[in-house]
């Protein structure tokens, strides 16, 4: 059965950093597109960053040079490095595998406030 599991989300300060993880059960990471998405309250739901098969990577502008994505095909997971942190990064953060099908995990709440 397929699921992607997030974890590492929680309160943290203005400026701080946090690390999310993804664990995909009953596919491996290095065959899908991973991405991570956000949706804040009353907002639709944004592409953060991707990592491609290749291993290439991206992200939105806004999150360029704070956040950085990669994955560790032994652990089989996915991860978002988040430093510098704004309250405007305040939201459900999903972890989303596709290939043929998408997959979604639950969310992890981060939330950016002093």
């Known amino acids: 059965q397929v699921q992607l599991v997030e974890s590492g989300g929680g309160l943290v300060q203005p400026g701080g950093s946090r690390r999310l993880s993804c664990a995909a059960f009953g596919f491996s990471i290095v065959n899908y597109l991973m991405r991570w998405y956000r949706q804040a309250p009353g907002k639709e739901r944004e592409l953060v960053a991707f990592?491609?098969?290749?291993?290439?990577?991206d992200y939105v502008d806004s999150v360029k040079g704070r956040f950085t994505i990669s994955r560790d095909s032994a652990k089989n997971t996915v991860d978002l490095q988040m430093n510098s942190l704004k309250a405007e990064d305040t939201a459900t953060y999903f972890c989303n595998a596709e290939r043929v099908y998408a997959y979604w995990g639950q969310g992890t709440q981060v939330t950016v406030s002093s």
């Open positions: 990592i491609t098969v290749g291993g290439s990577t």
